[in-house]
């Protein structure tokens, strides 16, 4: 009797030791891919970006290409040589043309801030995923942090760096439900102050400004710089339809971004922000 009962006791011993190391293997293989998973992540867009930025920059031309795949088998090989070639140009022409907008954009840019004290980077785009989160193919190697403002050479605000790889990082746009800009009315007297909030899908709208302050439709909305995320006097939009409600503290707007992912080809990081604000 003693012995069944022995026995059964050990059986219990020797499962809960199972469990238990069976536990910390299995932490320790979360541990080492967690290490792991950034350098391979930055490896796969290092072999991607080429592709990327080829969609990215020839947007019409990618579509010109697919359909012609689609269609393969009702035209000739060597009408389908010829298209292939007028794709390859097509590519090719479309990459002169982001270059000479990127050294266009960089002297706008180079201009604008030129007595600022900014330091600026500029980094290509190439890709948007369904979070409001945009790829650019800079990273640390290129000195790129976590936070660092983004803007366009027009002065539009674009969003923050999120997450930074070795060769790439992604930008969580103004857009993103979870960013927070803090702004105010461009040249309003007496100044008013608000937030501008992402609610997804390339949308945001205009929050907390106080129900007694006194905004229009077309007012223009720029950074305020209160939290030090941005630079103040970034453009980020314009006030479209005002939603007030006299029973609540304060009103709300719908606006309209001054940011455009279509036209987005190069962008700039602001690398000393920090230093220059402190």
């Known amino acids: 009797m003693n012995g069944a009962k022995n026995f059964s006791i050990n059986k219990k011993s020797n499962n809960l030791l199972k469990i238990l190391i069976g536990s910390v293997i299995f932490l320790f293989i979360l541990m080492v891919l967690n290490f792991f998973v950034l350098p391979i ?45 007028n794709q390859k140009l097509l590519g090719q022409v479309a990459a002169l043309q982001s270059i000479e907008q990127g050294n266009q954009a960089q002297s706008d ?41 983004v803007i366009n050479q027009q ?14 990082s992604e930008i969580m746009l103004v857009t993103n439900k979870n960013s927070v800009v803090n702004i105010k009315v461009q040249s309003p007297s007496p100044e008013v102050d608000g937030i501008i909030k992402g609610s997804g899908g390339l949308n945001a709208y205009l929050d907390l400004i106080p129900i007694s302050s006194n905004i229009n439709p077309q007012d223009v909305l720029i950074t305020s710089a209160i939290d030090k995320s941005f630079p103040k006097n970034l453009l980020v939009a314009k006030i479209i339809q005002i939603q007030k409600n006299d029973q609540k503290p304060f009103q709300q707007a719908q606006i309209s971004l001054f940011l455009d992912i279509k036209t987005a080809d190069n962008l700039f990081v602001i690398t000393n922000y920090k230093q220059v604000s402190q």
């Not at 290509?124 to 290129?142: E, H, P, R, T, Y």
């Open 41 to 85: 992540k930055n490896y796969f867009y290092t072999l991607s970006y080429p592709i990327q930025k080829t969609f990215w920059s020839a947007g019409a031309s990618s579509s010109f290409a697919l359909s012609s795949f689609l269609n393969a088998g009702a035209i000739t090989k060597e009408n389908q040589d010829l298209k292939n070639q």
């Open 155 to 168: 002065n539009v605000l674009f969003g923050k760096v999120f997450k930074v790889y070795k060769n790439f």
């Open 109 to 149: 840019v180079s201009a604008a801030y030129q007595n600022s004290g900014f330091k600026l980077l500029m980094a290509g785009v190439i890709g948007l995923d369904n979070n409001d989160m945009l790829s650019i193919n800079k990273g640390f190697a290129d000195g790129i942090a976590e936070g660092m403002p």
